[in-house]
């Protein structure tokens, strides 16, 4: 584990150094390497475990679902925008609405 995070800070290093950045697969997959760790250890800082679930893509059909949602929304269709909210629950994901919009994080 430990030599994992070793190579990379290299790498991090390295892309500083140099200028023209980081491999940048190659940190995501060291990244990725650690959270396995993490499931036998569960070593890692709570907060960093979180970062990782919201990386995760969200499927073409739940945004397709949001889209229409704003829609509804929009049209101040309170009744349909709330089903379609009940769906795409349904289908593991939660919506959340703020200031910049609606984001979309899985349950």
Known sequence: MFAVVKEAEKEI???????????????????????EFDEVFGCIVKGEREEE?????????????????I???KDKDWGRADKIRDIIA????????GKEGATVVKL
């Open 53 to 69: 679930e919201v990386e995760e893509e969200v499927p073409k059909g739940v945004m397709e679902l949001v889209e229409e949602r």
């Open 90 to 97: 349904g289908m593991g994901w939660q919506v959340k609405d």
């Open 71 to 73: 829609e509804a929304k």
């Open 13 to 35: 290093k390295r892309g500083r150094r140099d200028g023209g950045g980081c491999d940048l697969w190659g940190l995501k997959i060291a990244k990725k390497t650690l959270m």
